[in-house]
């Protein structure tokens, strides 16, 4: 009942308030309009003041001033100092500065060489060499017979270096003894030779002594001075006393290089062999310019040949051009030169042990050189080089077996001169695959052109060497080598017959074991062809030999 009544009183109270409500809305939507002029306004604009505020930056920083008083204070023990640490570099490999090496063969007996010298040092450098080769062996000649073919040598030497701030002090005196024996001969003449009347020596004695300087850079004159002194003489009382004083200073420039060779050469000689003493004087004044891939050489080489009372004076031009087209790979080249040979009895007598005791020698003069070809790397592991030259050479010497006494055997040879044109084709190539391996090979082939002589006695026209080394694991070390030369004309007699020395090829072959890093043993066997080739005129080489032996460092 309550429920009702609460339901009705709602109602009532809802129909009472509704027409109010909507009276209320009528009056809120009516319009009023009000006319008025339009009046803008403009808000103040904010100003900067026309004097800047500063901001004083300077601090100032009191002045404090401490003031310690040290007093000692004694304690009851002792510090012990800590020693500085060190950097322990790389240890140094031991070094094996000394060797002996002892060897047999079928010719050699015996064969015998050694080499003393210091430890390491920073300061200096000494040593000494000894070297002794010996041979029994027999020739073979082309009638079969044999004729005694020793030989005998003997290299003593002591040598020095003494290293100072910036220059190197050096010298070396040596002692050599060779005895060869004239065991060739024609042998269509009936003799017998007997060993001691065959017998030939010459003793030798050198003394070199060398002062250069040592920069690291080229901001310095570089100089380098030498003195040398020679004396020679044979088992016939021949001998030569030689002596040389040779100096070289130059300096580099930024693109420029500048520089003189000076040397004083004097050679006097018994009476036998001439009787006049031989004094040359060379002054060589030159230039260098360089760039990138280009070099450039000239000056001009002034000698004076004093032989006795006659002198002379030679000019020789020296140049050389070089420019490198392709980063090493092609460097074409050319230049000319021109020099005057000494030909000493020391020189000559190393060349044909062989010659007549006593004979006369004369200067060569190379009066003008002229050259051109290409050199550079196929790659990082090959080295080429090819050459043409042009040559007017005087008083060039050939030998020739002695044809001046009437009782002559042929075993000995003298020396005839002659002018010639020389024209020399020489190529040269180097390949190294690797550090283990390596091959080289040079050959010249020589057109000569005579003015007196027939022929360019004993020289030949082509000539060839070849070389190659293996190295496995520093334990096998292999090497063979191939000497070809060509075809040589002989003179046979003052009437201008001819003979012909045949080409000839020898090979050798050496092997090297190395046991252990001190001791080692090797091979070496020569002339595997077996050929009995003639180097000089009547005079065979030994066939095939070998030499056996070990050698032992410390």
């Known amino acids: 009942m309550i429920q009702k009544i609460l339901i009705y009183t709602c109602i009532l109270g809802f129909l009472v308030l509704t027409p109010n409500y909507l009276n209320a809305q009528e009056k809120l939507v009516k319009e009023v309009q009000v006319v008025k002029p339009y009046e803008p306004t403009i808000s103040d604009a904010y100003k900067l003041t026309h004097l800047p505020k500063i901001t004083d930056t300077v601090k100032t920083i009191p002045e404090i001033k401490y003031i310690l008083q040290t007093k000692p204070m004694n304690v009851g ?15 140094l490999s031991k070094l094996y500065n000394s060797y002996v090496k002892i060897g047999l063969g079928t010719k050699m007996l015996p064969m015998f ?37 020793g030989f005998s040598d003997n290299d003593l030497r002591f040598f020095g270096k003494k290293y100072i701030k910036s220059s ?49 850079d080229s901001t310095h004159v570089n100089y380098d001075f030498g003195v040398s002194l020679d004396y020679t003489k044979d088992n016939f009382e021949n001998n030569e006393l030689g002596f040389t004083i040779a100096g070289d200073v130059n300096k580099i420039f930024t693109k420029e290089m500048v520089g003189v060779n000076v040397a004083i050469e004097h050679y006097s000689t018994s009476e036998s062999i001439d009787s006049s003493n031989n004094t040359i004087i060379r002054i060589n004044p030159w230039l260098g310019i360089f760039g990138d891939k280009w070099r450039v050489k000239a000056g001009i080489n002034i000698n004076s040949d004093m032989r006795g009372d006659n002198s002379k004076a030679l000019y020789y031009p020296v140049g050389h051009l070089e420019y490198d087209m392709a980063n090493h790979y092609l460097i074409p080249y050319a230049g000319v030169d021109g020099k005057l040979e000494v030909n000493n009895f020391q020189k000559m007598s190393q060349i044909n042990p062989f010659l007549v005791p006593g004979t006369g020698i004369l200067n060569t003069d190379h009066k003008i050189i002229l050259y051109g070809g290409i050199r550079g790397n196929f790659n990082s592991t090959t080295y080429y080089n090819f050459k043409v030259s042009y ?35 020489f190529g040269e190539i180097s390949v190294s695959p690797s550090e283990a391996l390596s091959f080289h090979v ?17 020289k030949p026209r082509f000539d060839l060497q070849f070389t190659t080394r293996y190295n496995l694991r520093q334990k096998i070390i292999l090497k063979a080598d ?11 007699n003052d009437a201008g017959s001819i003979g012909e020395l045949e080409s000839a090829i020898d090979i050798n072959f050496g092997a090297e074991y190395r046991y252990s890093r001190v001791l080692s043993g090797f091979i070496q066997l020569n002339n595997l062809l077996s050929d009995n080739y003639y180097e000089w005129n009547y005079y065979p080489s030994y066939g095939f030999n070998i030499l056996v032996g070990v050698t032992y460092s410390f």
């Open 391 to 425: 040559a007017l050479i005087d008083n060039m010497p050939f030998f020739v077996n002695d044809l001046v006494n009437s009782d002559s055997i042929g075993n000995k040879f003298g020396v005839v001169y002659d002018d010639i044109t020389l024209l020399n084709y």
């Open 113 to 149: 060489e050694a080499y003393v010298n210091n430890k390491r040092s920073k300061d200096y450098s000494i040593g000494a060499y000894y070297k002794f080769l010996n041979s029994i062996g027999q020739a073979t000649f082309d009638n079969d017979e044999k004729e005694f073919a």
């Open 77 to 91: 023990y002792s510090v012990t100092p800590i020693m500085p640490a060190k950097m322990v570099g790389e240890p």
């Open 442 to 458: 040079k050959a010249n082939y020589k057109d000569y052109e005579m003015t007196d002589e027939a022929e360019p006695w004993h």
């Open 168 to 216: 190197v002090i050096q010298g070396d005196l040596g002692l050599l003894s060779n005895t060869r024996y004239f065991y060739g001969y024609d042998t269509r003449v009936d003799t017998i030779l007997q060993k001691e009347n065959i017998k030939q020596n010459f003793l030798t004695l050198d003394l070199n002594a060398n002062y250069k300087s040592n920069y690291v």
């Open 482 to 492: 191939i000497l070809s030369i060509g075809k040589r004309f002989v003179k046979l």
